[in-house]
């Protein structure tokens, strides 16, 4: 780390009138600016953004027409759009998943006891009479010796594992304690799974440690699902992947002549070890399926002397479009999710066209689906305009709140990589500190449009002012953040009104993240992950194939 800060502080000195210069550009990140993007972005004109919706070339028309006028170059080859191949599924779910236990047969209703879904291009999934094993967490982790699969074949199986990981609830140092890891995010979950040979996996559902209830799991039940498509037709995939309820793992449990509490505390144990339960698992899947294109939108500054080394800026452009009626109306505008950041990276664009060139090039990168699992981003990270290990670093964010200025900067993945430090000498100078996620158990780190980038090896920061309003305090902010995940995020409640919002928040972190990625363009330094974050591997063995 003092290596990376020392070269920071170097190109810092060495470029100080290049620094001053863009200092001053902030000046045109203005309030009028950012809330023309959001109130067009978040109106009904755009019926809440969905991806491949007939509103979709409004939005990119929109886009394209203001990273134009900002004076940004297409980023591929010319084109401001990157074509995203998704895979559209809308799968049916037999009534129930059947479990042949020492009790007897224990039937889990759809929707109520159990959900599936399946990514395989294929009409028809059946399990039947299939062998169960109990795999813990569902985590082959090497730099926390563990591995739930030790010793047991599970190829062709169904695996059942709890959701977060082993650290959950805890203040202790295995894995990251009450902080999850990515070990713990249910989509990891699924694609252990597959590398394991599993035919399927059913994560047990608590509220906790998932961060959100059943009825989140079960609204998406049978709804039609947006993946990136696949050559090979996701062969390589689980041909089930679903959730059981608590409910329902307290009546498997005990119908095996143990309980739940019993099977949480072996799966938590350091030293547990898999085991086939007495249980054959039944159930069948039917899908139908159609292929579109969305699109990221993309546009470059190219750099002055490094041209080839890239800092990227991200943010998602899509919403939930049209859905439920709340109170009579059906459109789920998106305005602080996620209008308020494309406003913020627009912005942030513009003040560096009226500056200095970078030494390195900035790719601003409005990307899609995010909703649908981070398909435009994760589109881009497997076929980027940069390589990776030419990547310094990502800038995200995502959901920022009308609450006006913050003290605060909080971090989500606070503590992963070097990309706090800066973040913190820069938000020194707006009289701010730093915070971590007051929920680091939900891992939000992981479900947003800097992961994908992460797993690549990129450090990212994914940040904002959150949880200390200037004119509110911190208690009352907190219950105002409170409110808006039960009453706004992703309903159609999440509209733009002038006269009850203050944007002056969002103006003070376009400002600040501005001179973050100013500081990373004309640097000569590569932001490093912290020891013990689970992405260190990944970025130096990047490193080692471009030395190689």
Known sequence: ???????????????????????????????????????????????????????????????????????????????????????????????????????????????????????RVEPEMLLESNEVIFAGYGITAPEFNRNDFEGVDVKGKTILVFVNDPGYGTSGDYFKGNTMTYYGRWTYKFEEAARQGAKACFIVHETGPAGYPWGVVRNNGETTKLFLDSEDGYRDRCSFGGWITKESAEKLFEACGTSFDEMKQKATNKNFKPFALPVKASARITSTFNRGISKNVCGLIRGKTKPEEVVVYTAHWDHLGVGKAIDGDSIYNGATDNASAVSWMLEIARAFTQGPQPDRSVLFLAVTSEESGLLGSGYYAEHPFFPMNKTVACINTDVILFLGKFKDVTVTGYGQSEMDDLLEQEALKQNRYIAADPNPENGMFFRSDQFPFVKKGVPAIFAKGYIDAEKYGKEKTLELISGYWENTYHKPTDEYHAENADLDGLVQDAKLFYRVGSRLANSNSWPQWNTGSEFKAVREASFQNQSD
């Open 1 to 119: 780390m003092r290596t990376f800060l020392l070269l920071l502080m170097v190109s810092f000195f060495a470029f100080a009138c290049k620094t001053q210069v863009q200092s001053e550009n902030t000046q045109l990140i203005t309030y009028k600016n950012i809330e023309k993007h959001i109130a067009e972005l978040a109106s009904d004109k755009y019926k809440g953004r969905a991806p491949m919706t007939e509103v979709e070339p409004l939005v990119l028309d929109y886009l394209e027409t203001q990273m134009k006028e900002i004076g940004l170059e297409g980023a591929n080859n010319g084109s401001y759009f990157q074509d995203v191949p998704i895979l559209s599924v809308t799968s049916r779910l037999s009534n129930t998943l059947d479990l042949e236990t020492p009790a007897g047969k224990l039937s889990l209703k759809k929707m109520d006891g159990y959900i599936a879904f399946s990514q």
